[in-house]
T-cell receptor
Framework: EPEVTQTPSHQVTQMGQEVILRCVPI?????FYWYRQILGQKVEFLVS????????KSEIFDDQFSVERPDGSNFTLKIRSTKLEDSAMYFC??????????????FGPGTRLLVL | AQSVAQPEDQVNVAEGNPLTVKCTYS??????LFWYVQYPNRGLQFLLK??????LVKGSYGFEAEFNKSQTSFHLKKPSALVSDSALYFC?????????????FGTGTKLQVIP
């Protein structure tokens, strides 16, 4: 069964450093998402991406964040200058299409980011 | 704005007993409703969803959920709990419309099945 994959599984970085989190969505999916989950808290929406542009973003997704689909398979989240409060589990998700009935977002296993 | 409430941080149930994990939602218009499960150090796994039709939805691992529009609820149920069901369960909602389908999650309920 196809699945969303994410690399790395864990990343430790120093405050102020740039990090890039990578995701490979399910191959025929067209809609891509990033969510995060701070330890012990709920999963929060960050951004959705379709047709090579951001379609919606939350207030969390400020200028320090960016997303890109550099080729036909990868979907990346970049944090330009990490802060302590960016420490969280970051989940990538993909979906086949929206607007139809019954579409489901499928989530990757997550990248645990720790900012020191 | 859409929101989801899971009123119980933790639910304890004895193995073999029925379980219920509660969820209520708020969304403009008709909702997509989902349940996801998260095992320790793992990602979110899709369990089931309600879009339209029969109010009782059946999903993976013997779980089911009942949509109640008048009570705006979507409680997760299983007739007989297993120890392996112990995990964190998230209810989620998305508006039933075209678009990019941002999903809003609840705070999660930890299910502990006691042998």
């Amino acid at each position: 069964e196809p699945e969303v994959t994410q690399t790395p599984s864990h990343q430790v970085t120093q405050m102020g450093q740039e990090v890039i989190l990578r995701c490979v969505p399910i191959s025929n999916h067209l809609y891509f998402y990033w969510y995060r989950q701070i330890l012990g808290q709920k999963v929060e929406f960050l951004v959705s991406f379709y047709n090579n542009e951001i379609s919606e973003k939350s207030e969390i997704f400020d200028d320090q964040f960016s997303v890109e689909r550099p080729d036909g398979s990868n979907f990346t989240l970049k944090i330009r200058s990490t802060k302590l409060e960016d420490s969280a589990m970051y989940f990538c998700a993909s979906m086949n299409r929206a607007g139809g009935v019954g579409e489901t977002q499928y989530f990757g296993p997550g990248t645990r980011l720790l900012v020191l | 704005a859409q929101s989801v409430a899971q009123p119980e941080d933790q639910v304890n149930v004895a193995e073999g007993n029925p379980l219920t994990v509660k969820c209520t939602y708020s969304v403009s218009g008709n909702p997509y409703l989902f349940w996801y499960v998260q095992y320790p150090n793992r990602g979110l796994q899709f369990l089931l969803k309600y879009i339209t039709g029969d109010n009782l939805v059946k999903g993976s691992y013997g779980f089911e959920a009942e949509f109640n529009k008048s009570q705006t609820s979507f409680h997760l149920k299983k007739p007989s709990a297993l120890v392996s069901d112990s995990a964190l369960y998230f209810c989620a909602v998305s508006p039933l419309r075209g678009g990019y389908q941002k999903v809003t999650f609840g705070t999660g309920t930890k299910l502990q099945v006691i042998p």
